[in-house]
């Protein structure tokens, strides 16, 4: 998403969550979406070791596959043509 939204909005955006605020906002994404796909994003990208200490694993993979919807919602409301794209090439 980092870099598909850097190659989208690449002026004056300094980090991830600036990035996704300017994308969202024009895709008309919640807000409230915006932060949880963020949120997940931030807290299971940067480590290497997920502690499941915190959320039962079941939990955690039914949130990941929720996030991964709201991510594909995302990039599909921000640029049609790429995700209709990016499908047909998955299907390939």
Do not use: W
Not at 49 to 64: K, M, Q, R, T
């Amino acid at each position: 998403m980092e870099g598909f939204f850097t190659f989208k909005h690449p002026k004056d955006r300094n980090d991830f969550y600036q990035l996704m605020e300017v994308a969202c906002k024009e895709a008309k994404i919640e807000d409230s979406v915006r932060e949880k796909v963020y949120r997940f994003i931030n807290k299971y990208s940067h480590n290497q070791v997920i502690e499941f200490h915190d959320s039962p694993v079941d939990n955690l993979l039914g949130e990941g596959e929720n996030i991964t919807q709201l991510i594909f919602d995302i990039i599909e409301k921000s640029d049609k043509n790429h995700f209709k794209e990016m499908l047909e090439s998955c299907k390939n």
